[in-house]
């Protein structure tokens, strides 16, 4: 509820989560990432100008919202696991080479807003740091993100055919 607002929590709750991600980063440069005056302390990076990273983390976490007045709440998540990245290294030279490596990975979330019977508003942050070191290189890449979102949930009748499926067992154990 404090991100998709597809749900109206009234009541405080914490939980233990467990998290997956798919992910694909890429990033270069012209000649090298790395300014000449330094290049020499890279060794076999040095002429390095692109790395492209695919990803794949899991690992688990804690969430916990904090509802005030049934209507003002607060949220934060916090989460870490491992990461399995596959990376291919693009050299200056046009050498290229793929190299897969494990690394920690970490994702922080906080929201606060406004979540009433029918309008709703919250800010909210994304905080995610992944690290791509290998030998003599280490890149730390932090993804900071903020969003607003303001919405009102119009009355509409569920579905027949939607009432069906929230009497499934299946739908009950969600």
């Known amino acids: 509820s404090a991100y998709g607002s597809n749900y109206r929590q009234t009541k405080s709750a914490a939980s233990w989560m467990l998290l997956g991600n798919l992910y ?4 270069g440069a012209d000649s090298s990432l790395f300014p000449a005056a330094v290049r020499n302390y890279y060794g076999d ?3 390095l100008n692109r790395l492209r990273v695919i990803g794949v983390s899991g690992g688990g976490g804690f969430s916990w919202n904090l509802i005030v007045f049934k209507k003002i709440f607060a949220n934060l998540t916090i989460g870490i696991g491992g990461e399995l990245q596959f990376r291919k290294y693009h050299h200056f030279n046009r050498d290229e080479e ?3 490596y494990f690394s920690g990975s970490g994702d922080v979330r906080s929201s606060f807003g406004y979540n009433g019977d029918k309008f709703f508003f919250f ?3 994304l905080n995610d740091i992944t690290n791509f070191e290998g030998g003599t290189m ?3 890449s932090k993804f900071i993100s903020g969003a607003f979102q303001i919405g009102y949930r119009f009355p509409v009748k569920t579905p027949a055919f939607y009432k069906k499926i929230q009497e499934m067992g299946v739908y009950k154990m969600l």
Not at 24 to 27: A, K, M, P, Q, Y
Request: positive net charge.
């Open 123 to 125: 800010l909210s942050s």
């Open 24 to 27: 694909f980063n890429r990033f």
């Open 45 to 47: 990076f040095a002429d």
């Open 98 to 100: 793929d190299r897969t």
């Open 138 to 140: 280490k890149i730390q």
